[in-house]
Structures are given as structure tokens and as C-alpha cells.
């Protein structure tokens, strides 16, 4: 209990050196993961390492549920895998342990255009080495680097009809998990009402003209994350 890793302190900066540390991480290894495996390894060795990397984002995330129980500082609440970034994180090793292009073709959509602002922007206190900070990173930057690496490495590139296919899946997402906060009185993704404290989302207008905003932003951020895959597109023909 008096262990570093369980106790909670408040030493995250954003853009201080820890959070400068794991971007860089994050960018070395989404350039060079995918160029080493392309290079150096085999299809067995190549889908190997992406189902090691599904199994460890997924195991953190899990992780992180367990070890609040133990401190006994779990609320159902708010502490359950229920946003899109805990929720993929879980689900990974199930549906993208072979490589699966209609899993994949939204998954990249949802990963790059929200948890990449979560690498940036992230709403974190704890600092190293506490578990919440590892189970953060693991977790927001290991998507980004596991999307990256199975888009290049398998060629798993989506199209404009994916951008498509991944926000109806979002609107499905959105009216679940909108229910769901109704069953148990929760307000997960924030789509019953604001955060209690000051956020972007005051800038978007009251109830539901919010939800409806962050959906057009998303679809703009869908079509900016795109642009690579349709440059590359352009340079293989």
C-alpha cells in the first residue's frame, strides 16, 4: 500500500518532462515499430508483436479496474472501461488478434482522431510511477502505435467509406452508452450533461447542441487523419 506504484501523487505537468518523454516514445515507436517489421520480420513474427501489443493494452486497462477495487476507490460510475479509448483497449486482443480490416478500418478513424488529442491534451494528475499514469499512457499512446503498426504493417489502409463506417458506429456507440448512463445514473462521455468543472465542451452551447458540435469536429478530425492514407494511396499509384 506504501509502494510508489500504488500511491497517488499529483506530479503529472502536461508538456512537463514526463509528458514530453512519452510522446517522443510514442512517435519513435509509431515510425519505428512498423519500418523494422517490414524490413526484419516475418508474417508470423509481424503478427506476433500486434498481438502482444493488444494483449498488454488490454491487460492495463483491465489492470487499472482491478487495482481500484483493491484501494477500494472503484465507483461503478465512473471508474468502469466504458469510454471509447478503455473500451477498444479492452476489446483488442478479441477482435483484432488476426488482423481484421473491418474492425480495423473504424478502429483507426476512433483511435487517431480522439485518443491522439488525449496523448496532448491529457486529463492526468498522477505521475510516474504510479499505476494510473503507466495504465494511461499504455493504454492512449500503445493505441496509436498498435494502429499505426497494423496499418503499415498489413497494409490495412481504410477508405472514405470506412470514415463513414466508423461514424455510425460512433452514433451507435453514443446512443448505448447514453442509455447506459440513464440505467445506472452515470455520465460517462459526458453526453447526459457536462463535466461538473470547466471544459471545452462550454464553449459548444447547452445540451444537446454539445454532443452534436463534438460530432461535427469529430467528423472534420476523421477527415484530417485520412489525409496519409490518401497521400499514400496517391503515391502507390
Same mark, same amino acid.
Given at each position: ?51 502482444? *501489443? ?41 477482435? *483484432? ?9 473504424? =478502429? ?65 456507440? /453514443?446512443?448505448?452508452?447514453? =442509455?447506459?448512463?440513464?440505467? /445506472? ?25 454539445? /454532443? ?14 485520412? /489525409? ?10
Amino acid at each position: 500500500m506504501d509502494s510508489a506504484f500504488l500511491r497517488f501523487n499529483k506530479d503529472f505537468e502536461t508538456f512537463g518532462s514526463q509528458h514530453l518523454l512519452v510522446l517522443f516514445l510514442m512517435l519513435a515507436l509509431s515510425v519505428g515499430m512498423p519500418v523494422l517489421a517490414k524490413r526484419n520480420l516475418s508474417y508470423t513474427k509481424q503478427l506476433l508483436v500486434s498481438r502482444i *501489443m493488444s494483449v498488454c493494452i488490454s491487460f492495463w486497462a483491465i489492470l487499472y479496474v482491478v487495482l481500484l477495487i483493491y484501494l477500494d476507490k472503484f465507483n461503478y460510475k465512473t471508474d468502469l472501461p466504458l469510454d471509447l479509448c478503455n473500451l477498444a483497449a479492452v476489446l483488442l486482443p478479441f477482435v *483484432m488478434w488476426k488482423p481484421n480490416f473491418r474492425v480495423h478500418e473504424v =478502429l483507426y478513424f476512433i483511435v487517431l482522431a480522439g485518443t491522439l488529442q488525449a496523448n496532448i491534451t491529457p486529463h492526468l494528475y498522477n505521475g510516474f510511477p504510479n499505476f494510473i499514469f503507466i495504465k494511461y499512457w499504455v493504454v492512449h499512446s500503445g493505441l496509436i502505435v498498435f494502429v499505426i503498426y497494423n496499418t503499415v504493417v498489413f497494409n490495412l489502409k481504410p477508405t472514405i467509406r470506412s470514415l463513414w463506417k466508423a461514424f455510425l458506429v460512433l452514433q451507435a456507440y /453514443i446512443v448505448f452508452i447514453y =442509455l447506459f448512463n440513464l440505467l /445506472i445514473g452515470s455520465n460517462y462521455v459526458y453526453v447526459v450533461e457536462k463535466p461538473p468543472t470547466a471544459s471545452t465542451l462550454d464553449y459548444l452551447g447547452p445540451w444537446p447542441w454539445y /454532443i452534436l458540435i463534438s460530432e461535427l469536429i469529430c467528423v472534420i478530425l476523421f477527415f484530417i487523419v485520412y /489525409i496519409p492514407i490518401h497521400l499514400s494511396k496517391r503515391q502507390e499509384k
